[in-house]
C-alpha cells in the first residue's frame, strides 16, 4: 500500500485558545501538507476574521501574498489581490474570506472552513520558499462564504521549524481540526 | 512518528460507456480526510465542454456551492455560488454540487478528458457538515481543429447534513455517459 504522505502532527481545539501551533517540526520531508477543518467562536457580525499563518525560523521574515476570494455577495469579485510584507514574528499570509456583512464562519455550529496549505521544500535550508492554499468556509443562512485560493513566497532561507495558526477574532471553536502531514520526493 | 498517510481505497472506470452515475459504496470510517483524483470525459457529443457532479450518499439536494474560475475561451472569469439551493446573483445551473467540467469523445476526441482533485473534511464527523474543496480543469479542442478551450476552477461544497458519508456518486449534466477509460481514485487520509 502506497505511503506517500505521513502522518506528522495533530491539533484539535478546546475553545479556549486562538493558537495552534506545531512546534519542533522534524525536518525528515520534503514538503508539508496541512488540513484545516476550523471556526472561529466570534459570532460579531461585520467583523472580519483572519487567518495567520506563520512558519516560524530562527531568522526575521516576510512573505507575499496573491490571493484569489469570491463571496457569495460580490459575484463578481473574483481577482482580489491583497500582499502582505513585513518582518514580524506574525504576517498574515492567509486571509479566510468572509462576505461583507457577515458573520464571518457563522453561528451554524455544523459549519467548518476546511483548507489546505502545502509548504513545499520546507526543510530546505538556503532558498526562499512558496506556499499554496486552497479552500473554502460556508457559514449560516444569513451569510455565505467563499472560495478561496492563494499562493506566495515566503522569504526565508532556513527550513521551516515551527508554524503557528491564529485567527485574529475569538478562538478556534472546540473541534476545530488541523492535521499535518509530510512527504517526500524520493 | 507515525508511518501513516494517504492510502488508495478504491479506484473505478467508466464502466462499459453507457454508464450515467458512477459510484462508490461502502467507505470506511477509518480515515480523518477523503480525497479524490480524476481524468473523465463524457460520451456526450456536446460542442462545449459539459460540467459533472458528485452527490453525497446520493442525497440531490441540501447543497451549499461557492465556485470559481478562469476560461480562455467561453467565460472568461467566473464566480457562482448557491445557498442551499437558491442560486446566487450571477449563479445559473451551479445549484449542483459541481467537480468540474470536461468535454466528449464525440467532439473533443482525445482531447476531451478533464482533471479533477477533491479533498472531503468531515466526512465522518457527526458534528460537522461534510465540506469538499475542488480544483480541476480542462483543456480541449475540436478534433476538427476548432477552438482551443480551456478553464481552471477551485470551489468548495457543504453538504447541510451530518450523517456519515459512506457512497459518492458522479453524474454529468444531461445525463451523459462515462467513456469507458474515464478514471477515478478515492483516496483517505489517515489523522488520529
Redesign the interface.
Same mark, same amino acid.
Not at chain 2, 477551485?154 to 457543504?158: A, E, I, W
Given at each position: 500500500m502506497a505511503q506517500t504522505y505521513d502522518l506528522m502532527a495533530s491539533a484539535t481545539a478546546d475553545g479556549s485558545s486562538d493558537t495552534i501551533q506545531f512546534d519542533a517540526i522534524p525536518q525528515t520531508h520534503d514538503n508539508l501538507h496541512f488540513f484545516l477543518s476550523i471556526r472561529s467562536t466570534t459570532t460579531t457580525a461585520s467583523t472580519q476574521t483572519d487567518l495567520k499563518v506563520t512558519p516560524q525560523t530562527s531568522s526575521p521574515w516576510s512573505a507575499n501574498l496573491a490571493a484569489y476570494f469570491i463571496n457569495y455577495v460580490s459575484q463578481a469579485d473574483t481577482s482580489n489581490y491583497s500582499s502582505s510584507t513585513g518582518t514580524d514574528n506574525i504576517n498574515t499570509i492567509v486571509r479566510l474570506p468572509n462576505s461583507s456583512s457577515g458573520s464571518n464562519f457563522g453561528s451554524t455550529a455544523q459549519y467548518f472552513g476546511c483548507y489546505r496549505i502545502d509548504f513545499p521544500e520546507y526543510s530546505l535550508d538556503g532558498q526562499n520558499k512558496g506556499f499554496y492554499m486552497y479552500g473554502g468556509c460556508i457559514t449560516d443562512a444569513t451569510y455565505f462564504g467563499a472560495s478561496s485560493q492563494a499562493n506566495g513566497n515566503v522569504r526565508v532561507v532556513g527550513p521551516f521549524v515551527q508554524v503557528t495558526f491564529e485567527v485574529n477574532n475569538g478562538n478556534f471553536v472546540s473541534g476545530s481540526r488541523i492535521r499535518m502531514y509530510g512527504s517526500s520526493n524520493s | 512518528?507515525?508511518?501513516?498517510?494517504?492510502?488508495?481505497i478504491a479506484t473505478m472506470n467508466g464502466g462499459d460507456g453507457s454508464a450515467t452515475e458512477l459510484e462508490f459504496t461502502g467507505i470506511p470510517n477509518t480515515y480523518? &480526510?477523503l480525497c479524490l483524483r480524476g481524468l473523465v470525459c463524457s460520451s456526450s457529443s456536446d460542442s462545449f465542454p459539459i460540467y459533472y457532479f458528485m452527490t453525497l450518499n446520493d442525497n440531490t439536494s441540501g447543497y451549499?456551492v461557492?465556485?470559481?474560475g478562469?476560461s480562455y475561451v467561453g467565460g472568461g472569469?467566473?464566480?457562482?455560488?448557491n445557498?442551499?439551493g437558491t442560486a446566487?446573483?450571477?449563479?445559473g445551473r451551479h445549484v449542483n454540487p459541481t467537480l468540474g467540467n470536461a468535454g466528449n469523445t464525440t467532439t473533443h476526441g482525445s482531447l476531451g478528458y478533464g482533471y479533477f482533485e477533491a479533498?472531503i =473534511?468531515?466526512y465522518k464527523?457527526t458534528?460537522?457538515?461534510t465540506?469538499v474543496?475542488i480544483?480541476s480543469g480542462y483543456a480541449t479542442q475540436n478534433t476538427s481543429g476548432g477552438t482551443l478551450r480551456t478553464q481552471v476552477r477551485?470551489? &468548495? =461544497?457543504?453538504w447541510?447534513n451530518?450523517a456519515a458519508v459512506t457512497s459518492l456518486q458522479f453524474v454529468w449534466e444531461a445525463s451523459a455517459a462515462w467513456t469507458t477509460d474515464s478514471k477515478i481514485t478515492l483516496y483517505g =487520509?489517515?489523522?488520529?
Open positions: - | 512518528m507515525a508511518r501513516e498517510g494517504w492510502c488508495p480523518e &480526510h451549499d461557492s465556485e470559481l478562469n472569469k467566473v464566480a457562482y455560488s445557498l442551499n446566487g446573483p450571477s449563479a479533498e =473534511f468531515n464527523n458534528s460537522a457538515y465540506s474543496n480544483a477551485n470551489g &468548495h =461544497f457543504v447541510r451530518t =487520509f489517515l489523522g488520529e
